[in-house]
């Protein structure tokens, strides 16, 4: 029999957080995510067809495990005004996880989710969260942490919960690196999809600046500007503002792919002062997916499973330390 540490990988869309743990040894024993096209694609990596909706599947359908690892949908969370409360809560799919956790559980919990969920409901529904896992017997910690601080040159901020039956799990001792420049990770050749000169207009360089996250905004898309709503005088920043009009340098990070932008607008300014989207494989690439990953939907649906997974190098260090901090003595 094996001697792996067991985990499953709940709303394991295309399996970012399968990788990552697979990475540092552990074995998965059970899936599940409700989209089909994210199902195959599983499939087609793992040899695993996920189990569907997760509401619908029985506790005792469900194998023991020594961690349960969710990267939850965020939408759940979008009562915007609502003053949620725990009885609320028990409607969202949080609760599916809470009544998994009550079942069988498991040593270690882990959740990854939007940065947008701290202040959700002004702080409240995390709150509801970390305190439901208190109240199920957990030492329950939380932090923000950036991909671009994991090797990946893309500032993508998500909040990771990780809970233990005996003790906090310790962020500090997570292994950051230095943040990467975009460039190091791109195609050399390829089908590239230029833009034509007059297709965008760059900000001079020397009053390029690198922010905190990496980014170096370089210019921006010549689209029409929006003037519905938008304050007399303030109309050329319409288009600015928008994301998928900005172009950012390689010789910084890329913003946060996101799962909205499904025709893949993503502009970068090249090392040649060519203006360019990034390819599909370079969007999976700056998602830390392995160049052997199988991506088997339709560009708009790959578009999308990628914004919805995890920076897998990220979600890698924070197994390691699970293995380290929680599991040890054992493996
Ligand atoms: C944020 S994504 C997680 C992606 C995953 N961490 C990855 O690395 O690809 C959330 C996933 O939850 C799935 N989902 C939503 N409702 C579900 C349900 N009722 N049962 C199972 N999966 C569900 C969605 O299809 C989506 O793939």
Redesign the pocket.
Known sequence: MSKKHTFID?????????IAMEQNDFECVFS????EE?QKTYFKNFDEMPK????KIKEKDIPKHDILCA????QPFSAAGKQLGFEDTRGT?FF?ICRIIKAKSPKVILL?NVKNLVYHDKGNTLKVILATLESLGYFVDTKILNAADFGIPQSRERIIIVASKNKKFDFSKLATKKKPQLKDFLDKNGQFDFLKEDEYTLINPKIRKKQLSGLIFAGYRNKKIRTAGVRPGTEHLSRVHRQCNRIHSVFGTFPTLN?QESSGRFFILTEENKVRRLTLNECWRIMGFPENYQKISSQSEQYK?LG???CIPMISAVSLQIKKQFFKDKQ
């Open positions: 709940l709303f394991c869309g295309v399996g970012g957080i399968r599940s995510d409700i989209n994210c569907g909706d997760i509401t990267g939850f949908p965020c799919l599916e990854e799962s499973q919805n997974s995890v």
